[in-house]
């Protein structure tokens, strides 16, 4: 080949090259194309060249774009025999949180004619995703600030320190009544104690003596060859062994009484206040027990709330209830009204898991009640899920009248044991067998 020939095949090549450069970076299209002007207020970064998708697909790109007074003007460049229905949603998407933006266009109905070449629609504004994080941001730092500094509305802090020193000055009270009463408790279960070794030694005594009676030698032996006679003798040792396992029996019930003490302070961001919950478990043996508490105890004459607060005041709980190692299932009122409570631990056994529990109870099914222009008229369901710090405390989160007007609170419990009280519930307890008597025809097994 002569180097004329080289040279013009090189410069061919570059002139190829270079045509199909500016054909490239130039955006230059052969197939036939309409253009379509979409106004939005802000584009969200959008840039010049981007791509425009029609349910998904690339069918065009974005043109030009300009400022018209309070908006933005669109020029899209849509191919030809694409068609666009007049119904349609014009949007500016994004391939991720981070990703490139495009024009993205959810096709309408084939009922509605299509958009006209050159004619101008309304995009629909896209959500912001930084605005929406920095609300929501904004939004959880108040509630921090709400929980943890003081305030107008006050703070769960407080009110929680508050409802701990109520509870302590009650604890100290009734542990001055336990100290008054002790010197004589101590005394009782000292004397007791006497009897009880009486009995046992008198027990002893009286098998020596049936297995003596057993036998016709000596005079004792004689006279119970009288049926009647040893029938009044069997009938009187058997009051004795019942009389001792009597005594023994309400000696274990003493120390089988336990008593809780709970308290819940529930903070609702909806109105910006918290309510209060107090009650006293009584446990007289394992699997049973009886609750009585007040539920959303406050003073409406008082209330601070920002929104309105549906709630009923100062309620009345009473349970009797039933535990198991995954549950705890109580029926009889709950917040003034005929209900039911159940906590689960579903996954009592795992080491982690044992630490969160599920509740949820429901109520009031006859309601019928009109509160601030609202007919509440469904029954009542709330459920929540509880996180244990340690064994006395807990937190979590819960929605309450979920069928009706439900809100979400913030949950704090306390649980704890008074011994104390626990003592002299048993006390009672022995004192008020011992004032009774028992039945003939008690069962000690029951």
Same mark, same amino acid.
């Given at each position: ?12 090549? =570059? ?35 981007? #791509? ?6 690339? +069918? /065009? ?54 958009? +006209? ?31 943890? =500094?003081? =305030? ?12 701990? #020193? ?5 604890? #100290? ?44 030698? /000596? ?133 982690? =898991? ?42 979590? #989160? ?46 000690? /097994?029951?």
């Amino acid at each position: 080949m002569s180097l004329e020939a080289k040279v013009g095949a090189f410069v061919a090549l =570059g002139i190829s090259l270079i045509a199909a450069s500016i054909l490239l970076l130039g955006n230059y299209h052969f197939g036939k194309r309409y253009f379509i002007y979409v106004t939005f207020h802000d584009v969200s970064n959008l840039n010049r060249n981007a #791509a425009v998708k029609l349910s998904g697909v690339d +069918v /065009g790109q974005v043109e030009a774009m300009r400022l018209e007074n309070d908006h933005v003007v669109l020029k899209l460049s849509i191919k030809d025999g694409v068609p666009i229905y007049q119904d349609s949603v014009f949007t500016i998407g994004s391939t991720g949180i981070i990703g490139s933006k495009y024009l993205e266009i959810d096709q309408g109905h084939a009922s509605s004619n299509p958009v +006209v070449p050159n004619a101008t629609v309304a995009g629909t504004e896209a959500v912001d995703i930084e605005a929406s994080i920095s609300h929501a941001l904004g939004s959880i730092q108040k509630m921090l600030d709400d929980l943890n =500094g003081p =305030g107008p509305n006050g703070s769960l802090v407080q009110n929680l320190r508050g409802s701990v #020193a109520n509870m302590r000055k009650l604890t #100290a009270n009734l542990n001055d009544l336990i100290a008054t009463i002790k010197p004589s408790a101590e005394q009782t279960m000292a004397k007791t104690g006497a009897v009880t070794d009486k009995l046992d030694s008198l027990l002893s005594k009286s098998n020596a003596m049936m297995t003596s009676l057993t036998t016709s030698e /000596g005079t004792v032996g004689a006279l119970l060859h009288d049926p009647k006679m040893k029938q009044n003798v069997e009938n009187t040792l058997a009051s004795v062994k019942e009389a001792a396992s009597t005594a023994n029996d309400m000696l274990s019930r003493i120390n089988q009484f336990r008593v809780f003490w709970n308290l819940d302070e529930r903070y609702e961001p909806a109105i910006s206040g918290g309510l209060a919950d107090a009650g006293v478990k009584i446990v007289p043996r394992d699997g049973r027990y009886y609750y009585g508490g007040i539920e959303n105890m406050g003073n409406p004459t008082n209330a601070t709330f920002k929104g309105y607060n549906y709630e009923r005041l100062n309620t009345i709980d009473a349970l009797l209830g039933f535990t198991g190692k995954w549950y705890d299932l109580g029926f009889g009122v709950v917040r003034s009204a005929g209900g039911g409570r159940l906590t689960l631990t579903p996954f009592y056994k795992n080491p982690i =898991g044992k630490h969160f529990s599920l509740f949820t109870q429901a109520y009031d099914f006859g309601q019928n009640r009109i509160v601030n222009g609202v007919h509440f008229n469904k029954p009542s369901y709330d459920a929540g899920i509880l996180a244990w710090i340690n064994k006395y405390w807990a937190v979590g #989160a819960r929605v309450d009248d979920i069928a009706q007007e439900p809100v979400f609170q913030g949950w704090v419990h306390l649980n704890f044991e008074d011994k104390d009280i626990s003592y002299l519930f048993g006390l009672m307890t022995y004192g008020a067998a011992g004032t009774k008597g028992r039945s003939p025809n008690h069962d000690p /097994g029951q």
